[in-house]
Each structure stands twice: as C-alpha cells, then as structure tokens.
C-alpha cells in the first residue's frame, strides 16, 4: 500500500505564492507518475499536474507557467510550487500515485483558498 499525506497550503491573496508537499510512503516499485489534482464545490475533480518516472511533466491549460511540479525520488517528496495565485484557483489539493496497472492512490487534500 501507498500512503500519501499533504501540507502546506491556506489562505493566500491574489498574486500571491504557496508551495505544498506530499510525503509518499510505501513501496513504489510500481508507481508510473506522482500528480496534484484539485476539486472545488460543484465541480470535477481536475488533474493539475503530473510528473512521470521519468521526470516528464504535464499541467493544465489554467495552471501552466503559474505552477511547478517536482518530485524527490529518494526521500519519496512531491511538490507543487504555485505562483501568481488566482481566486479560481481555490479547491482541494490531493496528490496521487498511479500504478503501471492504473491504481490511483490518494491523500486526504489540503486547502487553498485565494482571496484577499
């Protein structure tokens, strides 16, 4: 099993930076890609970021030149640095692991609320 746990992240103004981590723990011998999701009240739960194994990196359209996704392999760390924080930006972080088999592992979400 893989356990994943969020931090950082809370109230920040528009414009503004916060950067949030996910610890993994468990094994990772199967894992394909580490990712940051985030769903807000009434909406679908979107993919913000992903990194692949192999260091290759995907956000969306919303996020892309704002956020920055990274991963430290050995001490089993995923980051995602956001910048130039909007309002809609607001929502539910959960990181995830996926398996090579498409098992999608998550953590339990920290907050950010963008407002001033």
């Known amino acids: 099993q893989v356990q994943l746990v969020e931090s950082g992240g809370g109230l920040v103004q528009p414009g503004g930076s916060t950067r949030l981590s996910c610890e993994v723990s468990?094994?990772?011998?199967?894992?394909?890609?580490l990712g940051w999701y985030r769903q807000a009240p009434g909406k679908e739960r979107e993919e913000v970021a992903r990194i692949t194994t192999r260091g290759v990196t995907t956000y969306t359209d919303s996020t892309r030149g704002r956020f920055t996704i990274s991963r430290d392999i050995a001490n089993k760390r995923l980051n995602l640095q956001m910048d130039n924080l909007k309002p809609e930006d607001t929502a539910i972080y959960l990181c995830?692991?996926?398996?090579?088999?498409?098992?999608?592992?998550w953590g339990q979400g920290t907050g950010v609320t963008v407002s001033s």
């Open positions: 995830s692991a996926v398996t090579y088999y498409g098992h999608v592992y």
């Open positions: 468990g094994s990772m011998v199967n894992i394909n890609y």
